[in-house]
């Protein structure tokens, strides 16, 4: 078995199955909280994908889209994180 | 060699991936998930990235994966902080096993501050200030 054909077929579809596990959460999620960290972590494991797939198709440029995840998942929770504790300002 | 060392890291990392991903759907607190997702999917996704470096072996590539996973190592905690005091404020409630909560009655409601005591003990000195300053002023007015 040669490398490209383990990263293929075993560690992209453990990566793909974390991904539909966490989106269970994601849908589940009892507080909204739950499903701001769960989309923090799709997009994590997304970057993980990013990098195998550059791997397995031999193109470092896509490393790229990998920093800009990271970049935007950093801000989706912090822009979450200070809309919610605003809102709940408002309603008392 | 080389390829020994990819299949290792990249392994290593998916089953880091995968545990995080298992843990935020066992987990039975927000806390405790919020916890587990840090952990384990940074170092998972960092072991992923020290593969893709090492297959390139490109310096140009190596330097961007190291700028990756510095900013990743450095924003999980930060994003999990501000989510986790979040979730405290909005009044998520623990585990019902927690052991301790070390944040109980130290957060004002009605101002939204932090305090480092107990929120009642504070109104009850302040009371206890103003008590002191009314009797001043009357024995003041007395004389």
Known sequence: MSLHDYLYYVILPILAISSLVVFIRFVKGPTIVDRVVALDLIITLGIGEIAIYSIINNKPTFLDIATILALIAFLGTVAFAFYLEKRNKKDD | ?143
């Open chain 2, 1 to 143: 060699m080389t390829d020994i060392f990819i299949f290792i890291l990249a392994t290593l990392g998916a089953i880091f991936a995968m545990l995080a991903a298992i843990g935020i759907l066992r987990m039975p607190d927000t806390y405790l998930r919020i916890s587990v997702t840090t952990k384990a999917a940074t170092l998972g996704i960092g072991l992923i990235l020290g593969a893709a470096a090492l297959y390139f072996g490109d310096f140009a590539v190596s330097t961007r994966v190291q700028a990756i996973i510095i900013f990743i190592v450095l924003t999980a905690p930060v994003g999990a902080h501000l989510i986790g005091r979040t979730s405290y404020f909005t009044g998520n409630k623990m585990w019902k096993n927690s052991v301790i909560d070390e944040l109980e009655g130290k957060y004002d409601k009605k101002k939204h501050q932090l305090l480092s005591e107990d929120v009642k003990k504070q109104h009850q000195k302040e009371e206890q200030k103003k008590e002191a300053d009314g009797r001043k002023k009357a024995e003041e007015d007395k004389w």
